[in-house]
């Protein structure tokens, strides 16, 4: 049993930057691989990134360069750096163990001046 919270969201304004955590419980934490997926508004969850258990990474073209996702497994936590934010990365943002059904709650970003 896995269950992640999500933290770190917000309202911030164009071109600003926010640090998402997803800490998780659950000793295998640091053995498997991550990802952070995003859903806004009337569409679908989409992928944003993903970080394997060895630190490879691996990001959706929409993001590339402003994203960075990183993990601490000395505190069970994946991280998502997000910079030169922009209206359109207004979501809900999500994090995951990539191929099971464990999901966290979400945290709310809004971009807007």
């Known amino acids: 049993q896995v269950q992640l919270v999500e933290s770190g969201g917000g309202l911030v304004q164009p071109g600003g930057s926010l640090r998402l955590s997803c800490a998780a419980s659950?000793?295998?934490?640091?053995?498997?691989?991550v990802g952070w997926y995003r859903q806004a508004p009337g569409k679908q969850r989409d992928f944003v990134a993903s970080?394997?258990?060895?630190?490879?990474?691996h990001y959706a073209d929409s993001v590339k360069g402003r994203f960075t996702i990183s993990r601490d497994n000395a505190k069970n936590t994946v991280y998502l750096q997000i910079n030169s934010l922009k209206p359109e990365d207004t979501a809900v943002y999500y994090c995951?163990?990539?191929?099971?059904?464990?999901w966290g709650q979400g945290t709310q970003v809004t971009v807007s001046s």
């Open positions: 970080i394997t258990s060895g630190g490879s990474t």
């Open positions: 659950g000793s295998m934490f640091s053995k498997v691989t």
């Open positions: 995951a163990v990539v191929g099971t059904g464990y």
